[in-house]
């Protein structure tokens, strides 16, 4: 199992980047796939991002696909979203998770969940 640790929120302007860090304690890191969720107020928990156990299998909700980048270093069993071009519209609580080896982009495919880290894009 893997227990992640999210780092990195705050409060930016619209256009700003921002960079998102996970480590997840657990020898079996490397095996997991890792993904990026996130909850607006009022709204359900949605998918952002996920890295499966082969790095370069990686995908995206469409709202962010080319503004967020999510990569991982298994030396560090760290997992990372890069945000640019960051609107009003991606303000929420963003969870990081994990599952063993596929991606999965609905919350109840995922086993461990972090306490999550709030992000607040003002216009």
């Known amino acids: 199992q893997v227990r992640p640790v999210e780092s990195g929120g705050g409060l930016v302007q619209a256009g700003d980047s921002m960079r998102l860090s996970c480590v997840a304690s657990?020898?079996?890191?490397?095996?997991?796939?890792m993904g990026w969720f996130r909850q607006a107020p009022g709204k359900e928990r949605e998918f952002v991002a996920a890295i499966g156990e082969i790095p370069r299998d990686t995908d995206y909700e469409d709202s962010v696909k080319g503004r967020f980048t999510i990569s991982r270093d298994n030396a560090k069993n760290a997992v990372y979203l890069q945000m640019s071009s960051l609107t009003p519209e991606d303000t929420a609580v963003y969870y990081c998770?994990?599952?063993?080896?596929?991606?999965?982009?609905?919350?109840?495919?995922?086993?461990?969940w972090g306490q999550g880290t709030e992000i607040t894009v003002s216009s």
């Open positions: 998770t994990g599952r063993p080896r596929e991606i999965g982009y609905q919350p109840w495919e995922y086993n461990y």
């Open positions: 657990g020898h079996l890191f490397s095996t997991y796939a």
